[in-house]
């Protein structure tokens, strides 16, 4: 019903800045609540932030709080996490996901992209 595409991932120097994103499609108008998740090499995936349905909540892991910001454009159907003071510890494939209710556990998310990565060079 949703399609997911994430973009803006590739090669970063440690310290630099990235503005990911994630384009939505198809049944798109019921407005579901996005999140951003990553997952390293021989890691679990990871919560990253997530944004309410109305773009009022956000949520943050503390890794990246003070870091990163998500935000959302529901006229253009897109979700965006911008990336400041990267470390090569954020070193992983991004993936957006959407859910009908903002949460921070990846198991209750309904939709997925295939992923963007973002390598941070050191």
């Known amino acids: 019903q949703v399609q997911l595409v994430e973009s803006g991932g590739g090669l970063v120097q440690a310290g630099g800045s990235r503005r990911l994103s994630c384009a939505a499609s198809g049944r798109t108008d019921s407005s579901y609540a996005m999140a951003w998740f990553r997952q390293a090499p021989g890691k679990d995936r990871e919560f990253v932030a997530a944004?309410?349905?109305?773009?009022?909540?956000?949520y943050y892991a503390d890794s990246v709080k003070g870091r990163f910001t998500i935000s959302r454009d529901n006229a253009k159907n897109t979700m965006y996490l911008q990336m400041n003071s990267l470390k090569p510890e954020d070193t992983a494939i991004y993936y957006c996901a959407a859910t009908r209710i903002i949460t921070r556990q990846a198991r209750l998310y309904d939709y997925w992209g295939q992923g963007t990565q973002v390598t941070v060079s050191s």
């Open positions: 944004v309410s349905r109305s773009g009022v909540t956000t």
